[in-house]
């Protein structure tokens, strides 16, 4: 079942923050979030495992709530460099694929 | 450290023609994965292998795909023959275990025409 992410597209200026929401109707072990830049493959932001952990880096972090099985990824002060296409990667017990979600595309401007 | 290599980046020929792609991981990674990925979607997963066994292929179309790494290391993914449909970026990730974070490789951009 693919998660569906929230909202499709958002457009910031540069400082604003922004939240990306993905949920799943069924459990889930763990959340994998990655960027994608256009024309380029994804990369990996983090992995968020079951038992509710936020995690965070510099100004991007997460949050899974394993009960509600959703995620969400945090945007702080922006950069120009922010900007791509945002996927989450679901994956049920014990299964150790990635669903992705369809993206979330962000764009940051001057 | 030399990350997820594929080739051709791109290829394009007509639909019922065959196509193979090329994947080498990173060193030492025992997870593969080939995933399609078609314009303005999510990268979906066509087949997943640990070390050289299939782990997952559910979702590979096997009529027409077919893939396998030789001695867990170097993957081909191959179709034959190809439909208009199968125009998509192909994209090859590994990682040390499943479920672990994904290193992708650039991908190869296959148009069928």
């Known amino acids: 079942q693919q998660p569906v992410q929230s909202p499709q597209a958002v457009i910031l200026r540069e400082g604003e923050d922004a939240v990306i929401n993905c949920s799943s109707s069924?459990?889930?072990?763990?959340v994998h979030w990655y960027r994608q830049k256009h024309g380029e493959a994804p990369v990996f932001l983090m992995i968020?495992?079951?038992?509710?952990e936020q995690k965070g880096h510099e100004k991007i972090s997460a949050s899974f709530n394993e009960k509600k099985q959703q995620s969400s990824l945090y945007l702080t002060a922006s950069q120009l460099s922010y900007s791509g296409t945002y996927f989450c990667g679901t994956e049920g017990a014990g299964s150790y694929q990635l669903t992705f979600g369809k993206g979330t595309k962000l764009s940051v401007i001057p | 450290e030399a990350g997820v290599a594929q080739s051709p980046r791109y290829k394009i020929i007509e639909k019922r023609q065959s196509v193979a792609f090329w994947c080498n991981p990173i060193?030492?990674?025992?997870?593969l994965y080939w995933y399609q990925q078609i314009l303005g979607q999510g990268p979906k997963l066509l087949i997943q292998f640990q070390n050289n066994g299939v782990v997952d292929d559910s979702q590979l179309p096997k009529d027409r795909f077919s893939a396998e790494r030789l001695k867990g290391v170097d993957s081909t993914l191959k179709i034959q023959p190809a439909k208009l449909e199968d125009s998509a970026v192909y994209l090859c990730?590994?990682?040390?275990?499943?479920?672990?974070?994904?290193?992708f490789g650039p991908g190869t951009r296959l148009t069928v025409t």
């Open positions: 968020l495992l079951k038992g509710g």
């Open positions: 069924k459990a889930l072990y763990s």
């Open positions: 990730a590994s990682s040390l275990v499943g479920g672990s974070e994904q290193y």
């Open positions: 060193s030492g990674h025992a997870t």
